[in-house]
């Protein structure tokens, strides 16, 4: 167990590629891992020992072997990561694609009328899938308003739109957008109360890579990820289904496995790379805790993640040595509101007399990586309400330091003073 932060810190950054520098643009701080987080590594290396290999599972030779005993261990290795000691796990296209995959099958799988419920707060992956299967099944979509103030949603949000004949629920963990989480238990508690046997399926995209996912303690019966944002690579998704929605009607070859989701031959370098990420949070649990347990290890890195990402978040708020905060720079507005606890290592933010792009740019010019988020088809749903054109998403993970948030703070004082 490492005790030492800074020390702890620079064995975290050297397990990552690319941590200071792009191979196209130079050196630089990467405040854009929301949009992608950084690559370990470990899954580099795994991703191109797998892409190298001819060989299919199913037969009758060694490395057929390894594969099918690679992709087992992967998934129980997922299921510690996840806590889901039942259910399914499986690759697929992307995260939205398997988000469509699951809805679709829900709403087409559950009892016929009734509605299904989601929230303004969610990505377009859900409200898309929602939108277009609930019009094929007839079922109408009802969606629950977020809180502009808070740039989330609660229980209590959620209470007056509950009814019993709720087929289909979705539930966004964390926003891309606000950067704030959401409490999935108690969502999910609340619909039960009023539809016990609505299918919940959950949005966990952003919030993978902050650790703390729990399903075991949600009680749902979907919950998807991306990998690409949380230390793997792109070209694929994870899903984790129940035992309930995988007894629902779903596409499968005819003959084949019953139950199966997985259509054609499995990556199984996708897998392997996800149990690099999984060995990671597993590693970096033993070094912020004397935890025996994988689980628990597990557990306190999501602890030590939720933590050092909050002291970031802090720092680029309310300011670090000498440097002003974002809350006390003039002209800066912060979505979400200054002190939010549901603030997951991301802060959105305008410049009076700035346009989004144009901050994005001047940041860029001085070394610093973010992104624009404009009131498109991914972000209007919150910046629309909010009478908001655009906006600069400023995303953090547990590899930044405080002294990345520094020079963030110094760029943008120049750029206030400057405009």
């Not at 499995?266 to 897998?271: E, H, L, S, V």
């Not at 209007?380 to 009478?387: E, R, S």
């Not at 002294?403 to 110094?410: D, H, K, P, R, T």
């Given at each position: 167990?490492?005790?030492?932060?800074?020390?702890?810190?620079?064995d975290i950054?050297s397990?990552f590629?690319?941590v200071?520098?792009?191979?196209q643009?130079?050196?630089?701080?990467?405040?854009?891992?929301?949009?992608?987080?950084?690559t370990?590594?470990?899954?580099?290396?795994t991703?191109?020992?797998?892409?190298?290999?001819?060989?299919n599972?199913?037969?009758?030779?060694?490395?057929?072997?390894e594969?099918?005993a690679?992709?087992?261990?992967?998934?129980?290795?997922?299921?510690?990561?996840?806590?889901?000691?039942q259910g399914?796990i499986?690759?697929g296209?992307?995260?939205t694609?398997?988000l469509?995959?699951l809805?679709m099958?829900?709403i087409l799988?559950?009892?016929?009328g009734g509605?299904?419920?989601g929230?303004?707060?969610?990505h377009?992956?859900?409200?898309?899938?929602c939108t277009r299967w609930?019009?094929v099944?007839?079922?109408?979509?009802?969606?629950?308003?977020?809180?502009?103030?808070?740039?989330?949603?609660?229980?209590?949000d959620?209470?007056?739109?509950?009814?019993?004949d709720?087929?289909?629920?979705?539930?966004l963990?964390?926003?891309?957008?606000?950067?704030m989480g959401?409490d999935?238990?108690?969502?999910?508690?609340?619909?039960?109360?009023?539809a016990?046997d609505?299918?919940i399926?959950v949005?966990?995209?952003?919030?993978?890579?902050?650790?703390?996912?729990d399903?075991a303690?949600?009680?749902v019966?979907?919950y998807?990820?991306?990998?690409?944002?949380?230390?793997?690579?792109h070209?694929?998704?994870?899903?984790?289904?129940?035992?309930r929605l995988?007894a629902?009607?779903?596409?499968?070859l005819?003959?084949?496995?019953?139950?199966?989701?997985e259509?054609?031959t499995?990556?199984?370098?996708?897998?392997a790379?996800?149990?690099?990420?999984?060995?990671?949070?597993?590693?970096l649990g033993?070094?912020v805790s004397?935890?025996?347990d994988?689980?628990?290890?597990?557990?306190?890195?999501?602890a030590?993640?939720?933590?050092?990402?909050k002291?970031?978040?802090d720092?680029m708020?309310?300011?670090?040595?000498?440097?002003?905060?974002?809350?006390?720079?003039?002209?800066?507005g912060?979505?979400g509101?200054?002190?939010?606890?549901?603030?997951?290592?991301?802060v959105?933010?305008t410049l009076?007399?700035m346009?989004?792009?144009?901050?994005v740019?001047?940041l860029?010019?001085r070394?610093?990586?973010?992104?624009?988020?404009?009131?498109?088809?991914?972000s209007?749903?919150?910046?629309?309400?909010?009478?908001l054109?655009s906006?600069v998403?400023?995303?953090?993970?547990?590899?930044?330091?405080?002294?990345?948030?520094?020079?963030?703070?110094?760029?943008?004082?120049?750029?206030v003073d400057?405009s």
């Open positions: 167990m490492i005790t030492d932060k800074e020390t702890l810190l620079a950054r397990r590629a690319h200071e520098s792009c191979p643009a130079g050196p630089r701080i990467f405040f854009e891992n929301a949009g992608g987080a950084l370990l590594n470990s899954v580099v290396e991703s191109n020992h797998y892409a190298a290999i001819p060989d599972q199913g037969r009758d030779n060694e490395m057929a072997h594969l099918v690679v992709i087992n261990r992967a998934k129980d290795d997922m299921r510690t990561f996840f806590n889901a000691p399914d499986f690759v296209e992307s995260g694609e398997l469509f995959r809805i099958n829900a799988g559950a009892e016929q509605v299904v419920l929230s303004t707060l969610e377009p992956a859900t409200r898309s899938a609930s019009k099944a007839g079922k109408p979509y009802l969606q629950v308003p977020h809180n502009n103030e808070t740039g989330s949603v609660t229980a209590d959620f209470l007056p739109h509950l009814r019993p709720i087929r289909v629920a979705t539930i963990h964390t926003s891309p957008v606000t950067g959401v999935v238990a108690g969502i999910a508690k609340a619909i039960r109360d009023a016990p609505a299918y399926i949005d966990g995209i952003q919030h993978a890579s902050h650790g703390q996912i399903i303690g949600y009680d019966d979907g998807v990820i991306s990998p690409y944002k949380v230390f793997s690579r070209g694929y998704g994870v899903a984790w289904t129940s035992p995988n629902l009607p779903h596409d499968g005819d003959g084949g496995p019953e139950g199966n989701w259509l054609g499995r990556d199984t370098g996708a897998y790379t996800m149990s690099e990420v999984v060995g990671y949070f597993d590693w033993g070094q004397d935890a025996d994988r689980r628990a290890r597990i557990e306190a890195a999501g030590a993640i939720h933590a050092h990402e002291r970031l978040t720092a708020i309310h300011g670090t040595g000498n440097l002003a905060g974002l809350a006390d720079l003039p002209g800066v912060i979505i509101g200054v002190d939010n606890p549901a603030r997951e290592g991301l959105s933010i009076e007399g346009e989004a792009p144009d901050l740019s001047a860029r010019a070394g610093i990586r973010t992104h624009t988020r404009k009131a498109d088809h991914y209007g749903n919150i910046l629309d309400p909010l009478g054109p906006a998403r400023v995303s953090m993970c547990h590899y930044n330091s405080l002294g990345e948030v520094s020079a963030f703070l110094a760029a943008m004082r120049e750029i400057a």
